[in-house]
T-cell receptor, first 114, second 115 residues
Framework: KAGVTQTPRYLIKTRGQQVTLSCSPI?????VSWYQQTPGQGLQFLFE???????NKGNFPGRFSGRQFSNSRSEMNVSTLELGDSALYLC?????????????FGPGTRLLVL | AQKVTQAQTEISVVEKEDVTLDCVYE???????LFWYKQPPSGELVFLIR??????QNEISGRYSWNFQKSTSSFNFTITASQVVDSAVYFC????????????FGKGTMLLVSP
């Protein structure tokens, strides 16, 4: 089975711009979660989608949003970028049908905000 | 609220040494799940192991072993006869029941194995 894929792998944006990141889960997985990784804050949960619905959300401002499509692919959007949004954004997928499922991660998108 | 603590920020060892990475967790739930992930320089998080709170059996997989002790809320990871390829950042994570498998991560331990 193909793993989780994320595009693009690298992005450079300037403050005030917006960005959209894409994630394709493992075939058959219906849950997609997004995490932000920074040197200062570590790995932090952004949100989780299942069957096109957001089921869980972390403590991030409304500038961070996401959506999921009927084929389980997911996108996350960050509007009005700030320097502090520079991070590695990781997407993970799982079946989504139970607790404590193993999440499988993609290679991440490295976002640099100048 | 749940919390995971990895007190060791960085560990340096010489190849073939054994090394233990510590993980201490906090949760009020009786049902929870613990994980270890490896993050090589490429950035992708690689799944290593999953444990549920009702299974305290230690596990061994090749050179890797895990020691889960509920009494001390610890889930430690040992690499036996370390190799240069083991160099990476290792994360311990916790998922609580009813949390849709959302992971709370520790800050990670960077392991450097030199030849």
């Amino acid at each position: 089975k193909a793993g989780v894929t994320q595009t693009p792998r690298y992005l450079i944006k300037t403050r005030g711009q917006q960005v959209t990141l894409s994630c394709s889960p493992i075939s058959g997985h219906r849950s997609v979660s997004w995490y932000q990784q920074t040197p200062g804050q570590g790995l932090q949960f952004l949100f989780e989608y299942f069957s096109e619905t957001q089921r869980n959300k972390g403590n991030f401002p409304g500038r961070f949003s996401g959506r999921q499509f009927s084929n389980s692919r997911s996108e996350m959007n960050v509007s009005t970028l700030e320097l502090g949004d520079s991070a590695l954004y990781l997407c993970a997928s799982s079946l989504g049908t139970g607790d404590g499922e193993t999440q499988y991660f993609g290679p991440g998108t490295r976002l640099l905000v100048l | 609220a749940q919390k995971v603590t990895q007190a060791q920020t960085e560990i340096s060892v010489v190849e073939k040494e054994d090394v233990t990475l510590d993980c201490v967790y906090e949760t009020r739930d009786t049902t929870y799940y613990l994980f270890w992930y490896k993050q090589p320089p490429s950035g992708e998080l690689v799944f290593l192991i999953r444990r549920n709170s009702f299974d305290e059996q230690n596990e061994i997989s090749g050179r890797y072993s895990w020691n889960f002790q509920k009494s001390t809320s610890s889930f430690n990871f040992t690499i036996t006869a370390s190799q240069v390829v083991d160099s990476a950042v290792y994360f311990c994570a916790l998922s609580e029941a009813g949390g849709y498998s959302t992971l709370t991560f520790g800050k990670g331990t960077m392991l450097l194995v030199s030849p």
